[in-house]
């Protein structure tokens, strides 16, 4: 019933531009825009969903958001002149590639879960919006550059190109408001209220106007997810909260970077680079019994250029790896504290000296479990060498971790 009425709205519109009330018609097919998102969701809310739905769907997009505008805009804007009906076709066309586009796009049931949530192109009902703003533009403010023919030409050219893109645009199902952020959605609702009953045309060019500011990040945020299978089941707080860790560590690599690196290994007598040359200790420690694990004074971390419970590569008469952790500060900044385990693997004794280096450790992608020993293997307790297969945890997550975080941390 409602692909029907939005048909009526959309075949409508036509008539009222050639009546000459432009801005009928501009309400009909934003009308058709908003029965066109409720239809396929009331729909599934009462089960009515069919194969004649869908098509019956599919056709009213192509009149109210292909045809009906583009006769509208070329009616009202562009009669006078004739070559302006090319572009009025290809808007049309662009419309029909588009739809046919998408029909393909819901039978391939191999795409991952993540596509669901953005849109190929800009879909249909707001390439309609958008390719009325010369007109809405015109109603609200006379003429105008906005009004000029070839403005109005080049205009239907970009729209028409966004809307047979491959550029990813947000699904508005996909779209979650975080509880911090309800009021000041509540307060744009308002505000968007109160410009639709006395500037429609103006709520309509900003609404415009943000739709396309979104793009970049929709486009951003769909290779983010794209370039990490372990996210696209998640929610989008989960993902909010991986891309908020995510830029976390940027910051603390940045202000790493920043560190005044020479000096420190200048002040260590070490040539700067990638490894240290240090003096072995033996870590006799009550306290800290781990093994795997090599503390060294800050200063040699920071001269490395890496954080605690990074990963280091240690070569005495052998090579073995292990991750760092800071020494109190009153080990000497040239000492590294060695547990007996990983003193052997390297095959070093005390006051030798041994290379620390960093290292790459190639984990694992996803951890579906974490039992207790599980944790305490990826919390260091493992006496790793040089090509084992890890898989470790988040940099920010240290050895007093719960296991509750690291479960979370771990999964996929």
Request: overall charge positive; aromatic content about 8%; charged content about 20%.
């Amino acid at each position: 019933v409602m692909t029907v009425l939005a048909i009526c709205g959309g075949l409508s519109s036509i008539k009222f531009a050639f009546d000459g009330k432009p801005y009928i018609s501009l309400t009909l097919i934003a009308a058709a825009a908003i029965l066109d998102g409720l239809d396929g969701r009331i729909a599934r809310l009462l089960d009515a969903t069919s194969r004649m739905g869908a098509e019956i769907d599919s056709l009213a997009d192509a009149v109210n958001f292909g045809v009906a505008p583009a006769v509208v805009l070329y009616i009202s804007l562009l009669s006078d002149t004739p070559t302006a009906w090319v572009f009025s076709l290809l808007y049309a066309v662009c419309i029909v590639l588009r739809l046919a586009r998408f029909n393909t796009l819901l039978d391939d049931d191999s795409a991952p879960a993540f596509t669901k949530e953005y849109f190929v192109g800009v879909p249909s009902p707001a390439g309609a919006l958008m390719v009325l703003a010369p007109l809405a533009a015109y109603l609200q403010f006379g003429d105008g550059w906005w009004s000029s023919v070839w403005a109005i030409c080049g205009w239907m050219v970009f729209v028409s190109v966004l809307i047979v893109s491959q550029i990813p645009t947000a699904a508005m199902k996909s779209v979650s408001v975080p509880p911090r952020m309800v009021v000041l959605l509540l307060a744009l609702v308002t505000v968007a209220a109160a410009l639709l009953l006395q500037y429609p045309y103006v709520l309509l060019l900003v609404l415009i106007v943000v739709y396309l500011a979104h793009i970049p990040f929709a486009w951003r945020s769909q290779r983010w997810v794209a370039a990490r299978p372990e996210s696209w089941d998640a929610k989008p707080k989960e993902r909010r909260d991986l891309r908020r860790d995510q830029r976390r560590d940027q910051r603390r690599a940045f202000r790493q970077a920043a560190l005044p690196k020479r000096r420190t290994a200048e002040r260590l007598g070490l040539r700067r680079g990638s490894s240290l040359t240090l003096t072995v200790r033996l870590n006799t420690s009550a306290v800290d019994s781990r093994r795997g694990v090599v503390r060294l004074h800050p200063e040699a971390i920071a001269a490395l250029g890496i954080r605690e419970w990074d990963a280091i590569s240690l070569t005495g008469s052998r090579t073995t790896a292990a991750v760092v952790g800071v020494a109190p500060r009153t080990v000497p900044a040239g000492t590294a504290l060695l547990d007996d385990v990983t003193l052997s693997n390297a095959g070093l004794r005390e006051d030798a000296s041994v290379i620390v280096a960093t290292v790459t450790v190639y984990g694992a992608r996803s951890v579906t479990s974490v039992s207790s020993a599980t944790l305490r293997l990826a919390l260091l307790g493992k006496v790793m060498t040089v090509g084992d297969t890890v898989s470790l945890l988040p940099r920010d997550l240290g050895p007093g971790t719960s296991t509750s975080e690291a479960t979370t941390a771990l999964a996929r």
